[in-house]
């Protein structure tokens, strides 16, 4: 495998994967890791902005530019490489069929996997995603994509992003672990990101995977399309990602660090 902190201009060689990571700055005490598997027509250094976030909260991000590996066995054994070099907390997280990828990981491989917690992000649904007309249209993939003018004009100009991806169905044996039994007996702590516009796949999706995951926690952005990683509202939800890790960091109970009282309970009126 390659790192590198500069943003890919081409697809990555077939038969070696490359990372994008964004360490803790200089003279920080690295806080934790991340370690992101994009999803469909995407690749690593679509989460600069991401990874440039949670980094200046002192959490090293990696993003893989080539995380859609037909063996989840060499998956699973980059995944601990990187976790063996890694500062704990160490959490895998992954948006569309990415978290497909972190959640298949996760029910396979369980307590071998060296991580701690999971992020799903965009979790696509087992069948087709989409059934439009308009699927091979990029103003459409746009705007089921993301309401951030930056992040449309990053996804414009990107050579190596392949377009449309959204309109091709996710792979059947890849699907297949939303069906199975494993699920409800995975203990890893899971963040459950999820956009309330999302036309690709219903919050409702997410809301039923919440239910069936042990230690689950979702937050939906009301109004956020596909990408929620990206979205415009992409500082409020880097935010909750920090504050949940900051949790997980105190332990796999995720003991709430803050307590916020609205003004109905404190009798203000």
Same mark, same amino acid.
């Given at each position: 495998?390659?790192?590198?902190?500069?943003?890919?201009?081409?697809?990555?060689?077939?038969?070696?994967?490359?990372?994008?990571?964004?360490?803790?700055?200089?003279?920080?005490?690295?806080?934790?890791?991340?370690?992101?598997?994009?999803?469909?027509?995407?690749?690593?250094?679509?989460?600069?902005?991401?990874?440039?976030?949670?980094?200046?909260?002192?959490?090293?991000?990696?993003?893989?530019?080539?995380?859609?590996?037909?063996?989840?066995?060499?998956?699973?054994?980059?995944?601990?490489?990187?976790?063996?070099?890694?500062? $704990? !907390? /160490?959490?895998? +997280?992954?948006?569309?069929?990415?978290? #497909?990828?972190?959640?298949? &990981? =996760?029910?396979?491989?369980? @307590?071998?996997?060296?991580?701690?917690?999971?992020?799903?992000?965009?979790?696509?649904?087992?069948?087709?995603?989409?059934?439009?007309?308009?699927?091979?249209?990029?103003?459409?993939?746009?705007?089921?994509?993301?309401?951030?003018?930056?992040?449309?004009?990053?996804?414009?100009?990107?050579?190596?992003?392949?377009?449309?991806?959204?309109?091709?169905?996710?792979?059947?044996?890849?699907?297949?672990?939303?069906?199975?039994?494993?699920?409800?007996?995975?203990?890893?702590?899971?963040?459950?990101?999820?956009?309330?516009?999302?036309?690709? $796949? !219903? /919050?409702?999706? +997410?809301?039923?995977?919440?239910?069936? #995951?042990?230690?689950?926690? &979702? =937050?939906?952005?009301?109004? @956020?399309?596909?990408?929620?990683?990206?979205?415009?509202?992409?500082?409020?939800?880097?935010?909750?990602?920090?504050?949940?890790?900051?949790?997980?960091?105190?332990?796999?109970?995720?003991?709430?660090?803050?307590?916020?009282?609205?003004?109905?309970?404190?009798?203000?009126?």
């Amino acid at each position: 495998m390659t790192h590198t902190h500069e943003q890919p201009t081409r697809p990555p060689e077939t038969d070696s994967v490359t990372i994008r990571s964004w360490p803790a700055p200089d003279g920080l005490r690295t806080r934790g890791t991340i370690i992101v598997l994009p999803g469909r027509g995407e690749h690593g250094g679509v989460y600069e902005r991401f990874g440039r976030r949670l980094s200046a909260d002192a959490y090293a991000v990696h993003a893989l530019d080539a995380p859609a590996n037909d063996d989840p066995d060499a998956l699973a054994a980059l995944v601990r490489e990187i976790s063996a070099e890694a500062t $704990a !907390p /160490v959490v895998l +997280a992954g948006s569309d069929t990415g978290a #497909l990828h972190v959640l298949a &990981l =996760a029910a396979r491989f369980d @307590a071998d996997l060296s991580v701690d917690g999971l992020i799903l992000a965009a979790l696509p649904q087992s069948e087709a995603t989409i059934a439009s007309d308009d699927s091979d249209d990029w103003e459409w993939e746009l705007e089921a994509r993301t309401t951030c003018p930056a992040h449309r004009a990053r996804l414009t100009e990107d050579k190596s992003f392949v377009r449309g991806s959204l309109s091709e169905p996710v792979p059947a044996t890849l699907a297949a672990v939303l069906s199975g039994s494993a699920l409800e007996l995975l203990k890893t702590p899971a963040l459950i990101l999820h956009g309330g516009s999302d036309p690709v $796949a !219903p /919050v409702g999706h +997410a809301r039923d995977l919440a239910a069936r #995951l042990p230690r689950a926690e &979702l =937050a939906v952005v009301d109004s @956020a399309p596909h990408d929620v990683l990206n979205d415009a509202t992409h500082r409020t939800v880097a935010a909750q990602v920090v504050q949940w890790l900051e949790r997980l960091r105190n332990g796999p109970e995720l003991t709430p660090l803050i307590t916020v009282t609205a003004d109905e309970q404190l009798g203000i009126r």
